[in-house]
């Protein structure tokens, strides 16, 4: 497994990304922690937006107070949506991101299944969440997830040549209506 983990300032852009995903059918809500939940079930990005705000106004010093982390199953993993849930659940512990506010979607517009988890990185009362040495500790944090869940161990080599390329959420946001 490989973890890919961001922070950026809009916490719109990266939920305009996964709304995109959701209306071409190529992403779909796993799990939400801390979210209000549609009707529907489906992504919203007003509910996101109201799940996250009394983190955000609680926040005004936390520059960058996006958790953007994508999680990626090896390609030959089979892996069930109530694993894959578990998963993001246990990784979020992990990472110190359990008590936050957090939507789980599958993605599948690539060869492979794969996780986006969208979070913030401040608490309700607006202090930042350390996120000191994150990307060893995930990295850390996978190789005990393959351990523990069962999928397929990634071999030496293949972590440098899967990673996810970086989303431009720019570009991304000028299609949403």
């Given amino acids: ?7 950026g300032k809009s916490v719109f ?8 995903k959701a209306e071409n059918e190529n992403a779909t809500v796993l799990y939400r922690q801390k979210m209000f939940d ?3 079930g489906k992504f919203s990005m007003k509910d996101c937006m109201d799940s996250f705000y009394p983190y955000l106004a609680e926040n005004n010093r936390t520059e960058k107070v996006v958790f953007h982390a994508s999680l990626n199953p090896n390609p030959q993993d089979k ?3 109530e694993q894959l849930s578990e998963i993001a659940q246990a990784s979020m512990e992990k990472l110190g991101y359990g008590n936050q506010p957090y ?3 599958k993605h599948s ?3 492979r299944e794969h996780l986006h988890i969208v979070s913030l990185r401040v608490d309700e009362n607006g202090r930042k969440i350390n996120h000191s040495y994150e990307v060893a500790r995930s990295m850390k944090i996978c190789k005990e997830l393959e351990q523990q869940f069962g999928p397929v161990p990634l071999v030496q080599g293949e ?5 996810p390329k ?4 720019i570009v991304q946001i000028r299609y949403i209506k």
Avoid at 13 to 20: E, F, H, P, R, T
């Fill in 166 to 169: 970086p989303i431009n959420y």
């Fill in 159 to 163: 972590r440098e040549f899967e990673l």
């Fill in 38 to 40: 549609s009707e529907d």
């Fill in 109 to 111: 517009d690539i060869k």
């Fill in 13 to 20: 852009g990266v939920l305009a990304y996964n709304k995109i």
């Fill in 79 to 81: 892996l069930s949506d």
């Fill in 103 to 105: 939507i789980v979607l």
């Fill in 1 to 7: 497994m490989l973890a890919k983990i961001s922070s």
